[in-house]
């Protein structure tokens, strides 16, 4: 055997022998104990509902995108020596009640019987949240969204806001015609599908505090920013928002968490810390549960926008349409050859046919239901 013939069969056995002991390596992180319980919610003191969401945590690993609720366990708020009140479940790891009449001179907890273990928050407050002054909006070319409030007698100073999105929008066309069982009939007013709404909620977190201030004022605190001619103001968009006043300690909380998810990217930004709440495991004091109960009043507020209040404000139409002109006795003809098309529009003597999507506002991610707040 020569040297090169030598050299390789040697790099090939090693090569065999390093393959042969290679092991899949997982961080310590994958490896811990997962399944720890998440709490998330507020104890409202106000006139309004209180609505727990009970999930688990998952594995770094687990890259769906789905959560994990927490079912079929006993949710109660309890007052420091006194009433106990019980919240029902709705499903999908949420529970509630309607308004409870709180003691704002009392304190008053979470507790929670979940998978055979009981866990409790700490006993806090009742924190009274001032009215939002008002909601505005600025566009020099993005369109960005602020909140003001204050608080006359210098008793809040920590607040946190969340927000839900609505807007609405439109199909290229407008039909008022239906093809069924071969047959061409009027649509009835609850089929109309031409105008659509959108929801979204708020993923950021919030937070204000004016403790370093004399007086008990926030000004122009910036909620979201949509980007200049987003489809989300193509016809008419609103802005609900929540407002709740925290404790100095619950400020603390949410801080930590914005800086855990939100301000994580670079080595300048604030490193990960250890999250911890004010709710515990009673059978294990180690356990891990994420989550800060507080009890608050909520406060909103809701802001409506429309497109030709906007300086040259131009959003994509939601899908590109083309249509095909037809006479009336012979739509039926077409319309019976292709089920992807549907009747777009009404022309004389004939019709406009076109994708359904063209003119069918709920296949592109909406209902034609109009929100009850909706003007």
């Known amino acids: 055997m020569n040297s ?24 310590p992180a994958v490896q811990v104990k997962t399944n720890f319980l998440v709490v998330e919610g507020i104890i409202n003191s106000g006139q309004d509902s209180t609505i727990i969401t009970l999930s688990r945590t998952k594995s770094i690993t687990d890259t769906s995108f789905t959560t994990i609720p927490e079912l079929n366990a006993n949710v109660f708020i309890e007052e420091e020596g006194g009433s106990s009140y019980p919240l029902s479940p709705l499903g999908t790891g949420q529970y509630g009640t309607a308004a409870v009449i ?17 866990y409790s928050s700490d006993y806090v407050p009742v924190k009274q949240t001032p009215p939002i002054d008002s909601l505005s909006w600025a566009q020099p070319d993005d369109l960005t969204f602020y909140v003001d409030t204050h608080d006359p007698n210098n008793a809040t100073r920590y607040y946190r806001w969340e927000y839900d999105e609505t807007w609405e929008y439109q199909t290229p066309y407008e039909s008022f015609y239906v093809f069924e069982n071969n047959h061409i009939r009027d649509r009835d007013s609850n089929e ?29 605190i910036p909620l979201l920013t949509i980007p200049r001619n987003s489809r989300k103001l193509s016809v008419k968009y609103s802005l609900n928002v929540k407002q709740y006043a925290l404790t100095e300690e619950a400020l603390k909380y949410w801080q930590l968490l914005k800086k855990n998810t939100q301000q994580l990217g670079t080595l300048f930004d604030a490193q990960p810390s250890q999250l911890t709440g004010n709710i515990h495991s009673e059978s294990d004091p180690t356990e891990p549960v994420i989550g800060y109960v507080s009890v608050s009043s909520i406060q909103a507020k809701r802001i409506f926008v429309t497109t030709f209040t906007l300086n040259n404000w131009h959003a994509p139409p939601e899908i590109i349409c083309t249509n095909i ?33 063209c003119y069918d506002c709920t296949l592109l991610g909406g209902t034609n239901k109009k929100p009850s707040y909706w003007p």
């Open 4 to 27: 090169k013939r030598t050299i390789s069969f040697i790099i090939i056995l090693l090569a065999g022998l390093i393959h042969s002991c290679t092991q899949v390596y997982e961080p």
């Open 102 to 118: 709180l003691n704002s001179n009392k304190r008053y907890r979470l507790r929670i019987q979940a998978a055979g273990n009981f």
């Open 192 to 220: 109309l599908v031409h105008t659509c709404y959108r929801f979204a909620n708020s993923n950021d977190i919030i937070l204000g505090t004016s403790s370093q201030l004399s007086e008990d004022i926030i000004t122009h």
């Open 325 to 357: 002109i037809v006479p009336r006795d012979s739509a039926t003809f077409y319309l019976s050859l292709d089920p992807t098309i549907g009747i777009a529009y009404a022309v004389t003597g004939g019709f406009a046919l076109s994708k359904h999507e």
